[in-house]
């Protein structure tokens, strides 16, 4: 067959193509711009997120902070009873030992000593204010203590001054009770007989010298360095003279104990051994 037969081949359009790419590449490029811009709307640009973020690590930061002082600015129940927390206070410096403390109601003293006060926390410890004084002793009215609202516990540690048991004036014993001089002559108490309301305070005298052969006794706060009263009770203390002797004085607690004392008027309760 002849070229003539078949006819010659039709020219192709050479610039059809580059038309159609160019079609499609504006198309996508059409639908990438609306992407962005939809997109653009929904969700907030770094620049706008970044505040909220660091507002809010800020705020809690500040909440974190708040907490702290405040745990610091209150010390917890346990904290208010250590020693450490009283001696906040440099007036409570005397103070070594604690005898009762539920973390709102304090009583604490110097040991060794009978120099003891009552405390109540009121932000720090704050002394409560006696009404008198029991043979040398702070004392409480019985309407003072009642109107505490202490817990029992505390207020066993009060002596009341307006109530509370009287020296039995018909006790052979009580009456016999030596009468020292306050002169700073040193004693060795060996025991403390205490009387109570219904108490036979000579049986109770007796049981006691019968174990101290040569002990001497004295009336309840016959001078201030010696207790008068102790939880509603009177104290009178069986003990031993040693004069100024203060090596005799020692060497006689070593061996039997008790607590060494002066006799004086200074309130002083200190132990020279």
């Known amino acids: 067959m002849t070229n003539q037969q078949w006819g010659n081949p039709r020219p192709q359009n050479t610039h059809r193509a580059p038309i159609l790419a160019l079609v499609a590449i504006v198309a996508i490029l059409g639908v990438a711009v609306v992407w962005l811009l939809v997109k653009g709307q929904s969700e907030p640009t770094t620049d706008e997120a970044t505040p909220i973020a660091t507002q809010t690590i800020a705020n809690s930061a500040t909440e974190t902070e708040k907490v702290i002082e405040t745990a610091q600015a209150a010390p917890d129940t346990q904290d208010r009873c250590s020693l450490r927390e009283i001696h906040d206070d ?3 410096g005397w103070i070594n030992k604690v005898v009762y403390c539920d973390g709102e109601w304090l009583v604490a003293g110097q040991d060794g000593t009978e120099r003891i006060g009552h405390f109540h926390w009121e932000g720090s410890w704050q002394i409560i204010s006696s009404d008198g004084r029991v043979n040398g002793y702070h004392c409480f009215n019985s309407d003072t203590i009642k109107n505490l609202g202490a817990p029992a516990g505390f207020r ?3 002596v009341q001054c307006d109530e509370g048991p009287k020296p039995k004036t018909n006790s052979t ?5 030596e009468s020292p001089a306050c002169n700073g002559q040193y004693i060795l108490i060996l025991e403390s007989v205490i009387q109570y309301e219904y108490d036979d305070l000579d ?3 007796s049981e006691a010298l019968a174990k101290y052969p040569g002990a001497k006794y004295t009336k309840p706060g ?3 360095s010696l207790r008068g009263n102790y939880n ?3 104290v009178y203390p069986i003990y031993y003279s040693y004069g100024r002797d203060v090596a005799a004085l020692c060497q006689a607690k070593a061996k039997f104990g008790g607590n060494a004392r002066s006799l004086n008027n200074n309130s002083d309760f200190s ?3």
Not at 173 to 177: I, S, T
């Open 203 to 205: 049986s109770k005298l």
């Open 232 to 234: 509603g009770g009177y």
């Open 271 to 273: 132990d020279p051994c």
């Open 156 to 158: 066993q540690l009060m």
């Open 222 to 224: 016959a001078c201030s």
């Open 173 to 177: 014993l009580a009456q016999a009770a």
């Open 90 to 92: 440099e007036a409570k």
